[in-house]
Structures are given as C-alpha cells and as structure tokens.
C-alpha cells in the first residue's frame, strides 16, 4: 500500500476506526527487544504522513523512544454494521485493518491547533466525569514520521481493495 498515494484514505480510515474503537494500538520495542502495545486514544494524523498523540498515560513509549524510535500502529474498524455488511457480501467495501510504520519524533508542548482537534475529536463526551480524567489537561504531544503503510489482509474479502 503507497503510503503518499493512499494517504487521504489512511486518514478516513484512522477517522473510523477511532470512532468504534476509542483507540488504536501503538507497538514499539524495549532495551531488551520485546515487543509492547500501548492503546493510544488520542492519536491524530495530519496532511503530510505525519502525525501526533498526546502523551499524558504512556510510559513504555517515551521510554523506549530513546532507544529504539520505530513503531507500528494498528488501526481497526471494528463498527458492527461495516462488519456484519462485508460478512453478508464476503468482501469488505473499505479496509478492515491498517499498519502505519513509523518513528517516534520529540515530546514538545501541545499547540492551541493540536488541543483544538483533541477537543473536536472528544466533544461528544464532554460533561462526563471520565473525559476530564482522561483528555483534559493534556499538555504535550509526541510526534511520528510515518514511512510505511500496510493493509490487512484477509484473503479473498479483501483481495479486491
């Protein structure tokens, strides 16, 4: 999968599947090569094959950023009625699953723009005790570079994408 060709259906993609998932999966790799996956609910990517997550919760990622700054992040469209159609029809319409490749960038001070979008993207649970807790107060984000792109494959459901 192109990455710079594919790019705006990335984007949609990501779109999705934070909204019936509330996260994607970001994996890097510790001093000791092993392998961890960290749920990330505020990742964002931007027009130019990069992208941003606020960095309040992780601690394995900056940790292991300093050592080894390659990630893989999966974003899955796991909405029930997207599924239910594509198992009717036996293909799926639009991707399923997708792998970003990419290296983690430096911690900096969230901008108004980033913290505009992080509150656009959570305004439907604004009010809830919960949201506060988990998105206010974020003040730094860390960024990615993204170099490669990868499709899911699932056989012949999406042997047509």
């Given at each position: 999968?192109?990455?710079?060709?594919?790019?705006?259906?990335?984007?949609?993609?990501?779109?999705?599947?934070?909204?019936?998932?509330?996260?994607?999966?970001?994996?890097?790799?510790?001093?000791?090569?092993?392998?961890?996956?960290?749920?990330?609910?505020?990742?964002?990517?931007?027009?130019?094959?990069?992208?941003?997550?606020?960095?309040?919760?992780?601690?394995?990622?900056?940790?292991?950023?300093?050592?080894?700054?390659?990630?893989?992040?999966?974003?899955?469209?796991?909405?029930?009625?997207?599924?239910?159609?594509?198992l009717f029809?036996?293909?799926?319409?639009?991707?399923?699953?997708?792998?970003?490749?990419?290296?983690?960038?430096?911690?900096?001070?969230?901008?108004?723009?980033?913290?505009?979008?992080?509150?656009?993207?959570?305004?439907?649970?604004?009010?809830?005790?919960?949201?506060?807790?988990?998105?206010?107060?974020?003040?730094?984000?860390?960024?990615?570079?993204?170099?490669?792109?990868?499709?899911?494959?699932?056989?012949?459901?999406?042997s047509e994408?």
């Amino acid at each position: 999968m192109d990455l710079h060709a594919n790019w705006n259906k990335i984007r949609q993609h990501f779109n999705r599947s934070f909204k019936s998932n509330f996260h994607v999966s970001i994996a890097s790799v510790d001093v000791n090569n092993n392998p961890t996956v960290t749920p990330i609910g505020s990742l964002f990517l931007n027009n130019d094959q990069t992208g941003f997550y606020f960095e309040k919760f992780p601690s394995k990622l900056p940790e292991h950023a300093r050592i080894n700054k390659n990630i893989c992040v999966l974003g899955v469209n796991s909405g029930t009625l997207f599924w239910i159609k594509s198992l009717f029809k036996e293909k799926f319409s639009k991707y399923p699953a997708i792998k970003l490749y990419g290296k983690l960038g430096e911690r900096k001070k969230a901008t108004d723009k980033e913290i505009n979008r992080l509150n656009r993207r959570m305004k439907a649970t604004n009010g809830l005790k919960g949201n506060t807790y988990l998105w206010g107060s974020m003040e730094y984000i860390r960024e990615i570079q993204f170099i490669k792109a990868e499709k899911i494959n699932l056989g012949k459901m999406t042997s047509e994408l």
